[in-house]
């Protein structure tokens, strides 16, 4: 049975970004994409914000700390670079970018700013996701560079620690859809949680 001991994860500061909310005119009302299921509306936010918000608490059951979303206090509002600065001033060592794919793939786009420690987190996501979710074919580690379309999210603090676009999913995929359930999501976070705990772990002096 995994281990859940409040201190295994001491001094683990994670900071978990749901995007695309809360950003600055003119783009306040931006919600991500917006998937069809049984027909109902599902936006890419809504369901980051659970797998997100099981990822925290993961983590936090472990001794983890975690910096989330406050909008009523000013956390992780406005553009992404100024998000990027908040987590660099709390002192993360870890930010995580918390999005949704869409274009009908079945894999996991676990993305990293080039030559960063990024990358460790990316392929232990990636195998973590696959081991755990029925149906997710594969994981794509992708290197951005500066000029990358998505460098935007996580490029200002990249260089200070490891920072990733989280897309666990493709959210208009028939294979990978059925994760927009609110079980599937919690099974979502709870992978990507049991990915950073690995990761960090490997990282720690031996004792």
């Not at 949704?100 to 676990?110: P, Q, T, V």
């Amino acid at each position: 049975m995994e281990a859940t001991s409040v201190g295994r994860l001491h001094g683990l500061k994670a900071a978990v970004d749901v995007q695309h909310l809360w950003k600055p005119p003119p783009r306040q009302w931006d919600r991500g994409a917006v998937f069809t299921v049984d027909g109902m509306k599902v936006a890419e936010a809504d369901a980051a914000l659970v797998y997100a918000s099981v990822l925290a608490h993961w983590l936090r059951e472990r001794g983890g700390e975690v910096l989330e979303n406050q909008p009523s206090t000013g956390v992780f509002v406005g553009t992404y670079p100024q998000r990027n600065r908040a987590a660099i001033a709390w002192g993360a060592n870890l930010y995580l970018a918390c999005h949704l794919n869409a274009g009908g793939g079945h894999y996991a786009a676990l993305e990293f700013m080039s030559m960063s420690e990024g990358e460790s987190v990316a392929k232990r996501m990636g195998t973590e996701l696959v081991r755990q979710l029925p149906g997710l074919g594969s994981c794509h580690p992708v290197s951005l560079g500066s000029a990358s379309r998505g460098a935007v999210c996580i490029e200002t603090c990249a260089s200070l620690m490891p920072a990733l676009i989280v897309e666990p999913f493709f959210g208009d995929s028939p294979a990978t859809q059925p994760f927009l359930s609110h079980p599937g999501l919690i099974q979502v976070g709870a992978a990507l949680g049991a990915a950073v705990a690995s990761w960090w772990e490997s990282i720690q002096p031996v004792a």
